[in-house]
């Protein structure tokens, strides 16, 4: 029975075990792979962290904040990243092979050269994000995502043909219309 129970113990030990993150290339080339000793677990908060060369493959970062995050080159292979927001995040050749993004926020990134072959980015924001040069977008689903008029794509993608779908950006003067008109003061008429 001790076996058993310290079987099932070590195993929820390793299961839930964290680890630092780690370059899969020495691009700064100080001698070390490390970069930063923030814990790759979902709903992990790294903003506005310089990532670069990050080995993110097959990480479980869902709901993870990465908004400002420098992630030039990183890889997340086959990672778990649904509803992860990369608000304004640096994502520049990315490898997004067989990730899944599917309601995550990557509005105003840049993916220029990103790979997101097999990747699943159902229902995903990509308002203001630029996919310019966007590598294997042919392979990736796109049904129900989410873009803007200021969503810069690749050549021949036509995000209608792929259903995804417009936000659309409202003009300001309806605004301010209606703001002046509920602001308004109303002027009482002199009965005599």
């Known amino acids: 029975m001790r076996k058993i129970l310290g079987t099932i113990f070590a195993l929820g ?3 839930s075990a964290n680890a630092d993150i780690y370059q899969w290339y020495d691009h700064d080339a100080d001698g070390s792979l ?3 000793d923030s814990y790759v677990t979902p709903g992990v908060d790294l903003e506005g962290q310089l990532l670069w060369w990050a080995n993110l493959a097959d990480a479980s970062l869902r709901r993870a904040n990465l908004s400002h995050t420098n ?3 990183s890889t997340f292979a086959r990672a778990s990243l ?5 608000n304004q995040a640096w994502l520049y ?3 997004f092979i067989n990730a ?3 309601y995550a926020n990557l509005s105003g990134t840049n993916l220029e050269y990103a790979n997101v072959q ?3 980015l159902f229902h995903a924001n990509i308002s203001d994000a630029n996919l310019s040069n966007l590598r294997n977008w042919e392979d990736a689903m796109w049904l129900a995502a989410q873009y803007n008029a200021n969503t810069i794509f690749p050549e021949g993608m036509n995000p209608e043909e792929l259903a995804m779908f417009e936000l659309e950006i409202p003009a300001p003067a309806v605004g301010y219309l209606f703001l002046g008109l509920l602001l308004q003061p109303t002027r009482r008429v002199r009965s005599n």
């Open 13 to 15: 030990v390793s299961c």
């Open 71 to 73: 992630l030039v080159f």
């Open 34 to 36: 490390w970069l930063s």
């Open 100 to 102: 899944d993004l599917t």
């Open 93 to 95: 050749g990315v490898n």
């Open 118 to 120: 097999g990747a699943n």
């Open 82 to 86: 649904s509803q992860t927001t990369f």
